[in-house]
């Protein structure tokens, strides 16, 4: 990987951190649910992949909005956050020649999976 593309996947993280920081900042306050107060948090895990080829996307950025957490896809196109309260969430999908994505993921009591299909920006 060259400097240019670290220095741009660097600042991209970067970018895609303070808009959730800064979402998270102005989200309306939560609820905590029987099961968040009881600890009862779950995995929300997914993978990505092309829409053409459904092949695997690695070095995608994946954050959920309300959250501070920003994950990258692994070299199989999968990705993985702990420690998720039951409820709906919307995650994002930031990478490089693809469409700004994002969807709403329903966590409703156990570890909850996605599949993501990126289209190719025009």
């Known amino acids: 990987m060259t400097f240019s593309k ?10 895609i951190a303070m808009i959730f920081a800064g979402l998270s900042a102005f989200a309306a306050p939560q609820v905590l649910s029987d099961a968040t107060a009881d600890g009862d948090d ?10 053409e080829s459904n092949e695997p996307i690695s070095g995608v950025l994946v954050g959920m909005i309300g959250n501070q957490d920003v994950v990258e896809t692994t070299s199989d196109g999968t990705f993985v956050f702990e420690s998720v309260s039951e409820g709906e969430h919307t995650l994002i999908f930031q ?8 969807i709403e993921v329903e966590v409703a009591g156990e ?4 599949e993501v299909a990126l289209k190719k920006a025009e």
């Open 6 to 15: 670290i220095i741009k996947s660097t600042v991209t993280l970067l970018s």
């Open 42 to 51: 779950y995995t929300l895990s997914g993978i990505v992949v092309d829409a």
């Open 111 to 114: 570890d909850t999976q996605v």
């Open 95 to 102: 990478a490089d020649g693809y469409e700004y994505t994002e």
